[in-house]
């Protein structure tokens, strides 16, 4: 029964956003509505759970490989993009929703692998470093998943197969991945007082 809760609550919250009603989620998931607070708890605690599960089974599924780029091409093409719509919804509802992804499990494997690549190619990369790059990894990449379409048309391309384009993207973050592990990367600037 809560597996079926569970899995009801994340299609229906990446479709409808963490508003959407426990009874509607009770009646996708065929149980009684009352249940739901007794194994679940509060429709909060129901909402963090689906995030939380959403994180840890992308980091899984990201462990599976070896070097950052193998990570890069999973991130922009594992699962259906329900994560980047339950992302996409706790970005947009903000607060409280947007801290449950706080220590993101996915991003701490992103950012193992790019210190172990760094390292590998003989550049000593902070850890600031490493989770700025893979922080902007998952806006790429989520991005791509939820904007692709219309950013497509927006650019002048033909968006309604955005598939089309994947690989071109993932070669950039490569490049992008690339440039962030080497040892003449470009340093972040100061702004120089009253200027």
Excluded at 36 to 47: A, F, M, N
Aim: net charge negative; charged share 25%.
């Amino acid at each position: 029964m809560i597996a079926a809760v569970l899995e009801s609550a994340r299609e229906l919250i990446a479709e409808r956003g963490p508003g959407v009603a426990l009874r509607d989620i009770a009646d996708a998931a065929g149980v009684n509505f009352g249940l739901l607070y007794h194994y679940l708890g509060t429709k909060e605690q129901l909402v963090d759970e689906v995030y939380a599960r959403a994180t840890t089974h992308a980091a899984e599924r990201l462990v599976e490989a070896e070097h950052l780029d193998e990570a890069l091409r999973l991130l922009m093409t594992f699962g259906d993009g329900t994560t980047a719509r339950l992302i996409g919804w706790a970005a947009l509802e903000g607060g409280r929703s947007a801290e449950v992804f706080r220590d993101s499990p996915a991003l701490e494997v992103l950012t193992a692998l790019m210190k172990a690549d760094a390292k590998e190619a003989g550049t000593k990369l902070s850890n600031e470093d490493a989770r700025v790059f893979v922080a902007l990894a998952m806006v790429i990449s989520l991005g791509w998943r939820l904007f692709a379409t219309t950013a497509l048309f927006a650019a002048g391309l033909d968006g309604s197969d955005p598939e089309r384009y994947t690989e071109q993207v993932q070669g950039y973050l490569e490049r992008l991945a690339t440039v962030a592990t080497a040892a003449d990367r470009p340093r972040p600037t100061k702004k120089r007082p009253g200027g």
